[in-house]
């Protein structure tokens, strides 16, 4: 299995999702999505696919990969929640490294599961919402 499967790695797709997509957010993360049923090829992945972005401004490098860690975690924990073809950015901002401390994963994963159902995209019982 190719390790990239189910991320954005390339900038392109990035961009796609921040011009295209919409976007939901809280105090700590912000999730644009964009839905790429019908306008993928067919060799692109099915299911989700996701990358992250947390800017300089958070600090030094090992936080930012921190934060990047315990975010990709926290969404591989709730990713068979979310079905359909979607592309999501997730923005961490800067309080976030804070929750981390104070709050530990839990409090991470918390949050971003409220981002993905601000968005629509999983409801409180976890199912995907249905969007006919």
């Given at each position: 299995?190719?390790?990239?499967?189910?991320?954005?790695?390339?900038?392109?797709?990035?961009?796609?999702?921040?011009?295209?997509?919409?976007?939901?957010?809280?105090?700590?993360?912000?999730?644009?999505?964009?839905?790429?049923?019908?306008?993928?090829?067919?060799?692109?992945?099915?299911?989700p696919r996701?990358?992250?972005?947390?800017s300089k401004?958070?600090?030094?490098?090992?936080?930012?990969?921190?934060?990047?860690?315990?975010?990709?975690e926290a969404?591989?924990?709730?990713?068979?929640?979310?079905?359909?073809?979607?592309?999501?950015?997730?923005?961490?901002?800067?309080?976030?490294?804070?929750?981390?401390?104070?709050?530990?994963?839990?409090?991470?994963?918390?949050?971003?599961?409220?981002?993905?159902?601000?968005?629509?995209?999983?409801?409180?019982?976890?199912?995907?919402?249905?969007?006919?």
């Amino acid at each position: 299995m190719e390790r990239s499967r189910g991320r954005l790695t390339r900038s392109e797709d990035f961009t796609r999702v921040y011009r295209t997509g919409r976007s939901v957010a809280n105090r700590y993360l912000v999730l644009y999505y964009f839905d790429r049923s019908g306008s993928e090829s067919v060799s692109a992945p099915s299911g989700p696919r996701i990358g992250f972005s947390v800017s300089k401004r958070l600090g030094s490098a090992v936080d930012r990969n921190r934060v990047k860690r315990v975010l990709r975690e926290a969404y591989r924990a709730q990713a068979e929640m979310i079905t359909g073809q979607f592309d999501l950015v997730v923005i961490a901002r800067e309080p976030i490294i804070e929750l981390l401390e104070t709050g530990g994963f839990k409090a991470v994963e918390e949050k971003l599961v409220e981002v993905l159902r601000k968005a629509s995209l999983v409801t409180n019982k976890g199912e995907r919402e249905k969007t006919s």
